[in-house]
């Protein structure tokens, strides 16, 4: 037995008891000193009952009880320890009592693993009330539920730059490798990205010339890789490459009088058949719908003619296929597929100068945000009959407000040409978006779309900017609670 008293000692260095091998039981009380470092009861295997009690702790290290391999009583009691490390007790299997009252916990995340773990052990565990925060002060410890712990969160970290600004960028997979193709207009091109695996970056493997390009879509069926580059002038064209040991070339001009200036372009399957649709932003051109006929894509329908379409979204409601369109001249509309062709179905209340929609799913629900260059963007939720509104976000200057789904968590990234892009998180137990972080550094320069892709178990954020290079980040799961 030792009992170490007002000793003075500024904190317990690893070793401090290796003359003392045989030590059954150990007592320190009203001590000065604050850390225990890592061994510091090495040599120690013997020893059953550690009392250190009413001292000026405020910090222990995670290893600094390895080796009591023979341990029953703990006791940490009225010490200034608002938290304990992960893994504290690692190794302590004969522990039978444990007590820890008496300390300022901060009932955070640095808890959470504490919680998990006493309902693990065979020992009875007295924990005390926390300090803080200031909303569960006073509560005890052994009331709070881990499952409402938040620990979990997510970074994106810049990782590269890419060169040169671009409107668009879609992700897509070809002969079982990720690529991204980029519309750079400036550089009046449509390029396409791979991964070298050799120096772990995106390199450029091939590039279209697309002189005024809006947007590059790409198409893979089978071995077969099609590129719908939608151009502003000079017309747009759909390019193709057979097969692997190919380049694409252009085969075929699109819609040529109907595409007098296109705007967005997606692409979407109908009765079986790939489709793209083109959205149109002249007064004298339509949005066209082009579905493959032969070996190439040909006009199936004129939607919306007159109404300078800015956005295009496809979407499946209640089993079947949609549409909706964003214009300059009046609210969304929705169409539906119908008889071999999309008819107009009802438009979204409430939602004026939308320039763009994007939607998701999560839940069982399917949810829309649309983009407003002035005013609010907004968040929507279908209802079985038409989308109605969730939440406003202030968005001034925003081309895009784009969902995105990255690993477990939902995001949806508002681009602004005057602040910071912000990114957000479905929370699904409210159902609303809240704020994650900013993007940058570097700062987005008039961001217009974003992109995620996985490889090699980790995960990118591409992020298109009209009047910066492209900006590349690399997302991080962190831990609050380790």
């Known amino acids: 037995m030792r009992s170490l008293v007002r000793t003075g000692v500024p904190q317990l260095k690893a070793g401090s008891f290796l003359r003392m091998p045989s030590l059954y039981l150990l007592l320190f009380t009203s001590n000065s000193f604050s850390v225990i470092e890592d061994d510091a009861f090495a040599g120690l295997s013997h020893l059953q009952y550690l009392f250190i009690e009413d001292n000026e702790i405020g910090s222990i290290s995670k290893n600094a009880l390895r080796g009591l391999r023979s341990l ?22 004969t522990l039978t009592h444990v007590d820890l009252r008496g300390n300022p916990f901060q009932c955070d995340c ?87 695996y050799g120096l772990q970056c995106f390199r450029p493997e ?57 705007n967005d372009a997606e692409q979407l399957w109908l009765d079986g058949q790939p489709c793209f649709v083109v959205a149109d932003a002249s007064k004298a051109g339509s949005t066209t719908l082009l579905c493959r006929d032969g070996p190439g894509f040909y006009p199936r329908q004129s939607l919306h003619a007159w109404h300078r379409d800015t956005d295009a979204e496809a979407l499946e409601l209640d089993g079947r296929p949609h549409l909706l369109l964003a214009s300059a001249s009046q609210r969304p509309v929705l169409f539906h597929w119908f008889g071999g062709r999309f ?46 509104l969730l939440q406003q976000l202030p968005s001034r200057g925003a081309h895009v407000f784009q969902p995105l789904l990255i690993a477990k968590d939902q995001l949806a990234i508002l681009g602004s040409d005057f602040a910071f892009s912000q990114v957000f998180r479905l929370e699904p137990d409210k159902g609303l978006l809240e704020p994650l972080q900013e993007l940058g550094p570097p700062a987005l320069v008039a961001p217009r779309a974003f992109a995620h892709v996985t490889l090699a178990g980790r995960r990118f954020l591409f992020a298109a900017c009209f009047k910066g290079p492209t900006q590349i980040y690399q997302h991080h799961e962190l831990d609050l609670s380790a």
């Open 110 to 196: 640095r808890v959470l693993w504490l919680l998990q773990w006493m309902p693990t052990v065979n020992a009875s565990v007295g924990t005390g009330a926390c300090a803080g925060p200031p909303a569960l002060t006073h509560v005890q410890l052994h009331h709070l539920d881990p499952m409402t712990f938040k620990c979990r969160t997510i970074e994106l970290s810049s990782f590269q730059t890419v060169g040169e600004s671009a409107l668009s960028v879609e992700p897509f997979s070809y002969q079982g490798e990720p690529h991204v193709i980029l519309a750079q207009p400036f550089a009046g091109r449509c390029l396409i990205l791979s991964w070298d």
């Open 206 to 262: 091939e590039e279209l010339s697309a002189p005024s390009v809006v947007s590059c879509k790409p198409l893979v069926l089978g071995p077969s890789l099609f590129v719908l580059a939608a151009r502003l002038w000079g017309g747009s064209q759909l390019w193709a490459r057979p097969s692997p040991e190919l380049r694409l070339a252009p085969i075929q001009a699109l819609a040529p009088g109907r595409l007098l200036r296109p």
């Open 343 to 388: 008819e107009r179905r009802t438009d979204i209340p409430e939602a004026e100068d939308v320039y763009a929609t994007r939607h998701f799913q999560a839940g069982g629900d399917v949810f829309l945000c649309l983009t407003r260059y002035i005013g609010d963007s907004m968040l929507m939720r279908w209802d079985g009959s038409m989308f109605r």
């Open 72 to 93: 029953t009583h703990l006791s940490l009691a009225n010490n200034h320890l608002e938290s304990l490390p992960r893994f504290l007790f690692r190794g302590l299997e």
